[in-house]
């Protein structure tokens, strides 16, 4: 089936959700009447670029932010180089994410996934990405700043969906986040439910805790407490020494198949797997095929884990980024993973090829 259809059912099933949840409020449906049709007319967008050759990916991901309040155990911004104290005064500002915005409203892309670092430290960022109503920007955060101003905000704009990021049960999360963070997830889950805001939770699953996070029990007990979307994403093994965290090709295939029996289990749930569902789609979404990376810095990479580039947002447009011989030979890296039937992070399989591509630049 077509990649494009693919990405249109997905995000029918995250705004469907978000119809779901907020049929109670007169204002809240008043938000989500508005903001389904602009989905549509992105799409349509969209649509016509692939008409004239040119393929337009629904998402973006912009890590907005090189700086983070904690120190999790195998964070790949962190062994990837790009979190670090030493790269704030690097970091694009607001004018280059703007720009960046305004050019993606332009083609189309409907969701741009806000990420960093932690993405809360740039507030100014947060809070311009708010005024673009016709995307949706998911926060990816450790949700430790999350105060009354970002609450205030949540509500008011809900187009900005904060993502929180958890490992399963408290004792998994604290030993991977630091002592006590679950209890501050906790109270923020809870501060969001009142208030009827849509979140979700991002799970990165490990070897350590797959059998709790792929437990009934565990996901009923996360839509009780208001989430409305959840994202297994795997653990890529960026930092040495953490190779014991990744899942076996048998753990991978226990994460789909209960993936999809709590699909079906749990309608009115958003589940996403990454990268598991890209074999849905014919492999590898990076590099524009259905996503592809901004690190703080304006880097045009291929995916956060693969954090390669030869363009720069700063002074590039993401039509130049999308249409670059080195993503489109990037792409040709994750036909080729999706047609062998590899499964799990195709880029990360062919570390070496995407390495030699960037020396003989």
Not at 32 to 42: L, N, W
Not at 282 to 303: Q, T, Y
Request: glycine share 6%.
């Amino acid at each position: 089936m077509d990649i494009n259809v693919h990405m249109e059912r997905g995000i029918a099933t995250i705004l469907q959700t978000a119809a779901r949840f907020y049929l109670k409020d007169k204002n809240e449906r008043r938000f989500i009447t508005k903001f389904i049709p602009t989905m549509q007319a992105s799409a349509k967008i969209r649509n016509d670029y692939e008409q004239a050759g040119v393929h337009i990916p629904p998402f973006l991901i912009a890590s907005v932010a090189s700086q983070c309040n904690l120190y999790c155990t195998g964070c790949y911004a962190r062994a990837g180089g790009i979190c670090d104290t030493t790269m704030a005064k690097m970091e694009m500002n607001t004018e280059n994410w703007n720009r960046i915005f305004c050019e993606a409203a332009d083609l189309g892309i409907s969701f741009i996934l806000l990420a960093g670092g932690e993405p809360l430290l740039r507030r100014e960022i947060v809070e311009l990405a708010s005024n673009f109503t016709n995307i949706a920007f998911p926060v990816f955060t450790n949700g430790t700043l999350i105060d009354a101003e970002y609450i205030n905000l949540f509500d008011q704009r809900r187009n900005i969906i904060p993502v929180l990021s958890s490992e399963g049960n408290s004792k998994e999360t604290d030993l991977r986040r630091g002592l006590g963070i679950s209890t501050k997830i906790e109270k923020v889950m809870e501060e969001l439910r009142q208030r009827n805001i849509l979140f979700g939770t991002s799970i990165t699953v490990t070897k350590n805790n797959l059998d709790t996070v792929i437990s009934r029990e565990y996901v009923s007990t996360l839509q009780q407490k208001g989430c409305g979307i959840l994202f297994y994403v795997e653990y890529v093994p960026v930092e040495k020494g953490t190779e014991n965290l990744v899942l076996s090709k048998n753990d991978a295939v226990m994460l789909d198949e209960n993936i999809h029996k709590l699909k079906c289990d749990l309608k009115n749930m958003s589940l996403i797997s990454f990268p598991g569902d890209e074999k849905y789609m014919g492999g590898c979404l990076a590099a524009g095929r259905g996503f592809f990376h901004i690190n703080p810095l304006g880097n045009a990479e291929p995916c956060p884990f693969s954090p390669y580039s030869e363009l720069n947002l700063k002074t590039t447009s993401i039509i130049e980024v999308l249409q670059s011989p080195f993503f489109e030979k990037i792409r040709l890296i994750g036909k080729h993973e999706a047609e062998n039937k590899q499964g799990g992070c195709a880029l990360l399989q062919h570390k070496w090829e995407v390495e030699k591509l960037i020396e003989v630049r």
